[in-house]
C-alpha cells in the first residue's frame, strides 16, 4: 500500500502558497498566474472587442505576429490618422468600446439573431450620432440613410468575424450604464454627454448587478457557440478604474465594486464552460503585490511597461501550458512572445468613457 499523505495540502507546488509563490518573489517574477484551457498560436485568427484596455491586446497580438483579424478595415482613401480618428482598427470591427456584457448582448442580437437595431439616433447641429456608438464618427453622419448603412457594414463585419475567428478576446470593463425606460435599449454612453439630450423621462442609471451580468453574458455565449462551435472565449476584465460613477459612491468604492463583480461572473462563466477562459491582466495590474508600479501617476492609466509585463504573462504561461508553441515558433526564427516589431498604431488607448472626465 502506498503510504497515504496526512493532509491535501502536503506536495502542493510552490504557486499554492503565498509565502512561496508571492511573499518571497520580486513582483515581476511572480509566475505561473494562469493555467490557459486553450492555445492560442498564431496561426489562429483572433478577435478582439470589450473595454479600451483589449486594444492592448490585439496591439501587443500584431507586434509578435499573430492574426489578429480586423474585419472592418478602413478605406484605402484614409491614412493612417485619419483612419485614427474614424475609429478603424481599433477593435475587430468598429463598434466602438463594448463596456458591459448586455452591449455585447445587443450587438450579437443584431448581427445573428434578426433582432431589430433602434430607429433612435441623436440629432446635434445637423449632424446624426448613432447612439450605440456615438463618438465612432467625430463629427457625426450626415444623415440618417449613412448611420443606417454604418451600422449595416458593422453588423455584416461583426458577423463575419465571429463566424473566421478562432478565438475572441472579450475585455469586461462596466457594470454602470444608462438605459431607455421603456425599451431599454443600452447606450454606449450617458445621453447628452459625447452626443445626445439627456432627459430624465427617457433614460435611466442601471448598475448592473452579478446575476444580470451573468445572465446577459450567458445569452452572448449561446450566440456565439451557434454561429461559431469551434469559438474560444478569452475573457479579462479592464484593470482601468471609473473615469466617473452616477452611483451615489465614492468613485474609488465604485470602481472596486464594479471590478469585482465582472472578476466574480468572468471567473464562474470560465470554470463553467470549458471553451470559455479567464485571463488574470486584472490581478496583475491591480494587485497590491504589484505596488501599483504599473499605473501612471493619474492612479488610472496603465503605462506601457504594465501592458508589456501583462502580454509576457499571457505568452509565458501560454508556452508553459503548451511547448510545442515555443518549439514552433522558434523553428520559425521567432520565440513564443517575441515582439516582431512595434504595433502599427502607438497611440495611446480610445476609451469613450474618458469623455466624462470633462464634467468633472
Known sequence: MSEQSPNPYVGLPETAFWKTAVAARNPLEISALWRPKFTVARKHKVITAGSCFAQHFSRALVARGYGWLDAEPAPKLLSEDQAWDFNYGIFSFRTGNIYTARMLRQWLSYAFEGEEPPVEHWEQNGRFYDPLRPGIEPEGFADLAELQASRAALLAAIRGAILEADVLVFTMGLTECWRHRTSELEYAICPGTLAGRFDPDQHEFVNQSFVGIRRDMLAALKILRQANPKLKVLLTVSPVPLTATASEEHVLTATSHSKSVLRAVAG????????????????????????????????????????????????ACQTAAFPWLARKSKRGGKTAGEPAGQPSNARAVKCDEEFLDAFG
Open 268 to 315: 464562474e462563466l470560465a470554470a463553467e464552460f470549458k471553451h470559455v477562459d479567464y485571463f488574470p491582466s486584472y490581478e496583475i495590474i491591480t494587485h497590491p503585490a504589484y505596488r501599483g508600479m504599473f499605473y501612471a501617476p493619474n492612479q488610472r492609466s496603465v503605462v506601457p511597461q504594465g501592458v508589456n509585463h501583462v502580454m509576457e504573462s499571457f505568452f
